[in-house]
Antibody, heavy 119, light 110 residues
Framework: QVQLVESGGGVVQPGRSLRLSCAAS????????MNWVRQAPGKGLEWLAV????????YYADSVKGRFTISRDNTRNTLFLQMNSLRDEDTGIYYC????????????WGQGTLVTVSS | QAVVTQEPSLTVSPGGTVTVTCGST?????????PYWFQQKPGQAPRTLIY???NTHSWTPARFSGSLLGGKAALTLSGAQPEDEADYYC??????????FGGGTKLTVL
């Protein structure tokens, strides 16, 4: 069955960087678009970024554009989110989610990894 | 920047029917917004229920359906069960590579 396992979360100081990973299994990773979504404590969902199946196209929410970079390694079945210049408001649970097509979309979700930005 | 609007909260009786709606500040929601609906229970990851307005995944209970209604996307739950108590989020696509979640609707089954 499809499994998405996020890792790399933790406590980080404002202004520092963090790299999240999402290990995928149970499906042909290279055939599907992938997303990152976050949820601040007690708040709703916020879409952050999407990457096409082959990495040829990437789109970002305005809130993270220029600071976060989505990427993927189709040989290692892994999705990444490089987060730079972190702010207090970046605190939350970060989820990766698989599309049902090679482009943007949603099907399966991981369980999330918690990022806390605090001095 | 588009804002996606939902009812903050709704209540439905067990066995009853309820509709959650999803609007956009940019104008009517259409099929070209490719509406999605997600369910999230406390302490759990979201789950995708509906994609592209009306389509369901294999895990979507048959009592959930999606549609367009009066310029909004709609999620209808027919025959509510206690386990359907959750937060529900819609998600819309906009031109130029923009995607936005609604603020969520807290559904109580009571």
């Amino acid at each position: 069955q499809v499994q998405l396992v996020e890792s790399g979360g933790g406590v980080v100081q404002p202004g520092r960087s963090l790299r999240l990973s999402c290990a995928a299994s149970g499906f042909t990773f290279r055939n599907y678009g992938m997303n990152w979504v976050r949820q601040a404590p007690g708040k709703g969902l916020e879409w952050l970024a999407v990457i096409w199946f082959d990495g040829s196209d990437k789109y970002y929410a305005d809130s993270v554009k220029g600071r976060f970079t989505i990427s993927r390694d189709n040989t290692r079945n892994t999705l990444f989110l490089q987060m730079n210049s972190l702010r207090d408001e970046d605190t939350g649970i970060y989820y990766c989610a698989r599309s049902w097509i090679p482009y943007s979309g949603f099907a399966d979700w991981g369980q999330g990894t918690l990022v806390t930005v605090s001095s | 920047q588009a804002v996606v609007t939902q009812e903050p909260s709704l209540t439905v009786s067990p066995g009853g029917t309820v509709t959650v709606t999803c609007g956009s500040t940019t104008g009517p929601v259409t099929s070209t917004n490719y509406p999605y609906w997600f369910q999230q229970k406390p302490g759990q990851a979201p789950r995708t229920l509906i994609y592209d307005t009306t389509n369901t995944h294999s895990w979507t209970p048959a009592r959930f359906s999606g549609s367009l209604l009066g310029g909004k996307a709609a999620l209808t739950l027919s025959g509510a069960q206690p386990e359907d108590e959750a937060d529900y989020y819609c998600f819309l696509s906009y031109p130029g590579g923009r995607w936005v979640f609604g603020g969520g609707t807290k559904l109580t089954v009571l």
